[in-house]
C-alpha cells in the first residue's frame, strides 16, 4: 500500500517527519533511483526506497552494525561526565543502537550495535562461550614465566573465568604484542591479568567475537553486518 514519504521514513525510526520533508526537499531521497518530490507517496514492498543511498527498512526490521570503536570513547548511549560516547560515532544510522557488551574507555576495535535484544544476549552470554580475541601491547618483554602465570588465571576480581588463550606475537625489551582469547570479558579482564604479572598495557584492541571480524574497517566507522555475519548470530539465538 502506497504511503507518503516523510510517514514511511518516520515510521523506519530514521527521524521526524518534520524532518524526513527536509530530507526530501535535500535530494536526500530516492525512490527505485530517481530523485523523490515532497508529496510523493511510495510502496515499501514494492518501490526501492532509499535515504542517503541506503534502502529504507521496514518498520519491524532489525539493524545490526559493526563499529570499530575508538580509544577515548566511552560504551554508552549517554555519559553523566560529559564524555564522548558511541552513540555520537553511530548517529548516522537513522536509530537508536545499543552496545552488546562493552570496551572500556581506552579500549579499541570491534563493537556490535544493534536494536535487538535477543541477538545481542546470546553474543554475551556465557553458556554461548563466543571467544572474543584481542591484540594487546604491553611495556618491555614477556618471559615464558610471566606467560604460564597469565594463563592459569582462574578468576579476575574474585569471579571465575575460562582460561584466558594467550599467545606471544613479538617481545621486544620495549614493548611486545600478545593475542588474547577469553570467554567472559569481564571488567577489565585482560588488563587485569596482565597487572598480575607485572605487565603494564598500552594499546588494547578487539580484533574479533566469534565469526565476527573487525577486518580493515577504519577506527570510528561503522558498517552493517553481511548475510553470512548475521546467519552466525541467528545461529547464536537457538536452543541451548
Known amino acids: 500500500m ?3 514519504l516523510q510517514k514511511l521514513i518516520s515510521g ?7 524532518a524526513a520533508e527536509a530530507m526530501i526537499l535535500a535530494g536526500r531521497v530516492t525512490v527505485n ?16 526506497i532509499s535515504v542517503d543511498g541506503r534502502p529504507l527498512r521496514s518498520p519491524g526490521a532489525r539493524m545490526y552494525i559493526m563499529l570499530n570503536k575508538p580509544r577515548g570513547y566511552v560504551t554508552t548511549l549517554s555519559d553523566e561526565r560529559g564524555r564522548r560516547t558511541v552513540a555520537g560515532l553511530v548517529a548516522d544510522a537513522g536509530r537508536r543502537l545499543y552496545p552488546v557488551g562493552r570496551l572500556d574507555l581506552m579500549s579499541e576495535g570491534l563493537l556490535i550495535m544493534t536494536d535487538d535484544g535477543e541477538a ?3 553474543l554475551m552470554h556465557p553458556a554461548r562461550e ?14 615464558r614465566r610471566q606467560l604460564a602465570a597469565m594463563e592459569s588465571v582462574r578468576a579476575v576480581d574474585g569471579k571465575p573465568i575460562a582460561p584466558p588463550q594467550i599467545r606471544l606475537l613479538r617481545s621486544e625489551a620495549g614493548e611486545s604484542r600478545l593475542r588474547f582469547v577469553i570467554h567472559e570479558g ?52 537457538g536452543p541451548g
Open 33 to 48: 533511483g530517481e530523485r523523490a518530490s515532497l508529496g510523493m507517496a511510495a510502496d515499501p514492498d514494492t518501490d526501492e
Open 130 to 143: 563466543v571467544d572474543k580475541t584481542y591484540l594487546v601491547t604491553v611495556r618491555g618483554g614477556v618471559s
Open 12 to 18: 523506519a525510526g530514521i527521524c521526524s517527519r518534520r
Open 186 to 237: 569481564r571488567n577489565r579482564e585482560i588488563r587485569r591479568i596482565c597487572a598480575s604479572v607485572g605487565l603494564s598495557v598500552t594499546r588494547l584492541v578487539r580484533t574479533a567475537e566469534g565469526e565476527l571480524r573487525l577486518g580493515r574497517l577504519r577506527s570510528g566507522c561503522w558498517r552493517e553486518l553481511t548475510d553470512a555475519e548475521l546467519a552466525y548470530i541467528r545461529s547464536l539465538t
Open 2 to 4: 502506497k504511503e507518503r
Open 120 to 122: 545481542a544476549n546470546a
